[in-house]
């Protein structure tokens, strides 16, 4: 048996890709999710063929990059069910492009939603799950966590901080479960809002060999799974014949 059914997980980024994908996979075995991102729509959406499916899902809108908002999330997903086990902190953003394109507004973009919103997500959740004397923060690096890459500099900068807010957080913790989840490249929507020409072409030919979201989310439920005394630790997935 999973040591899944009946776990409350709340899942930022949950309106595509590896979020909508380890919600749906969640929910069919048998975990409470609560979905969190800025385009309800599509939450709804999902929440509605999760609960045609026979799951159980709410929804709220999130913005992971302010605090307060952050904090009212997870405080919704305790109104729904009185307790959170989970926090998978997977919003995202990857705007590529060289260092000399100067695209400072989309490094601060990248800063704001990829460390902060780790950061809120931690801070809205840590002193509830200390109370309870339990739970798990799942954080979504990525390779890019464990290499750098011309034209994504910054988004790297990002994710090898999110590795070391986790490691800082393990250590810390003694009745915290806490998983770094390092994808290799996947095929979503992220990369979609990139501007400059030689990031567009990086990221073409980072996805000649991509992985797909429900690739991802097998990797978040295997985590989760566990027995409550193992804290997988770190969780890197490629493409078998990926070179990055």
Not at 94 to 102: F, G, K, Q, T, V
Not at 143 to 170: D, M, N, Q
Request: charged residues 20%; aromatic residues 6%.
């Amino acid at each position: 048996m999973l040591n899944v059914e009946n776990k409350v997980v709340v899942i930022t980024g949950a309106s595509s890709g590896i979020g909508e994908a380890t919600a749906k996979l969640l929910a069919q075995n048998g975990a409470k999710v609560v979905l969190g991102a800025r385009r309800t729509h599509n939450l709804e959406k999902i929440v509605q063929e999760i609960h045609i499916a026979g799951g159980i899902a709410e929804f709220k809108a999130v913005d992971v990059t302010n605090r307060q908002d952050m904090k009212e999330f997870i405080d919704f997903a305790v109104s729904k069910f009185g307790r959170i086990d989970v926090i998978f902190n997977n919003a995202g953003v990857m705007p590529l492009s060289l260092i000399n394109a100067l695209k400072v507004e989309e490094w601060d973009n990248m800063i704001n939603v990829n460390i902060h919103g780790v950061l809120n997500g931690i801070a809205a959740g840590l002193p509830i799950m200390e109370a309870q004397g339990s739970g798990q923060f799942i954080n979504n690096a990525s390779i890019a966590a464990h290499a750098v890459f011309p034209t994504c500099v910054v988004y790297c900068a990002t994710k090898y901080a999110v590795w070391a807010i986790s490691e800082g957080l393990r250590q810390e913790s003694q009745n915290i479960r806490v998983t770094t989840i390092s994808p290799g490249v996947v095929e979503t929507e992220l990369g979609s809002d990139i501007t400059d020409d030689s990031g567009k072409g990086a990221l073409k030919e980072f996805r000649k060999i991509s992985l797909t979201a429900d690739a991802i989310a097998r990797a978040v439920l295997y985590a989760i799974s566990q027995p409550d005394d193992v804290d997988i630790n770190e969780v890197i997935v490629r493409p078998t014949a990926s070179v990055f």
